[in-house]
């Protein structure tokens, strides 16, 4: 879709038309798609990620700027993600409390090499990660996320975050290598 078609889409939004709505969805749901992906444990989350999004998007259409109009819905979209991800955490916080710890001596940091494994096999094996790992993994590589922005984002310590951050690579590795082992390329 060109610039002005998009404009067109986008003021036919602002107007309530739901074919210019069912439009913008079959354009850019796949994309969208893609950072919910990044951020579910599967599929169906994140789709149900991608859905809210889609309502934000059109309940705030009216705020949108001069800027780009698809990197505005990116930034819904990874705000969704957060928010979603967030409740989840919440609630695991409240079942069984986040440990306060943080990455001890003997815990270097290793480099993870993933130029063999393709891009749709590193996604599923960032979706097996437990959810509080994988959104601080998420952040931390994807977002460009300090620790320090993680705990506060998060509501946690910037300990918790760089060892949860550390056990999420730890789990990553470990299903590198079995995949490996296993000569599954």
């Not at 107007?15 to 079959?26: D, W």
């Not at 859905?51 to 705030?60: D, L, P, Q």
């Not at 700027?65 to 991800?85: D, P, T």
């Not at 440990?99 to 063999?116: A, F, L, P, R, W």
């Amino acid at each position: 879709m060109d610039s002005k078609e998009l404009e067109k889409v986008v003021e036919a939004c602002k107007k309530g038309s739901r074919k210019a709505r069912a439009k913008l969805y079959k354009v850019y749901a796949p994309v969208l798609l893609g950072i919910c992906l990044r951020y579910a444990k599967d599929k169906s989350e994140a789709e149900d990620i991608l859905h809210e999004s889609f309502i934000k998007i059109y309940t705030k259409i009216h705020q949108t700027g001069k800027g780009s109009f698809e990197a505005w819905m990116k930034m819904i979209v990874k705000n969704e993600a957060l928010q979603f991800l967030r409740k989840q955490v919440s609630l695991n916080k409240r079942q069984d409390r986040y440990e306060k710890d943080t990455v001890g001596e003997d815990e270097q940091e290793e480099n993870i090499s993933m130029k063999d494994i393709s891009t749709n096999k590193i996604l599923e094996m960032i979706q097996e990660l437990p959810s509080g790992y994988r959104l601080i993994f998420n952040l931390y590589v994807f977002e460009d996320k300090s620790h320090k922005e993680i705990a506060e984002i998060m509501e946690i310590s910037e300990g918790t975050s760089k060892s949860q951050f550390f056990r999420a690579k730890k789990l990553l590795q470990k299903q590198i290598n079995v995949y490996r082992n296993q000569g599954l390329k």
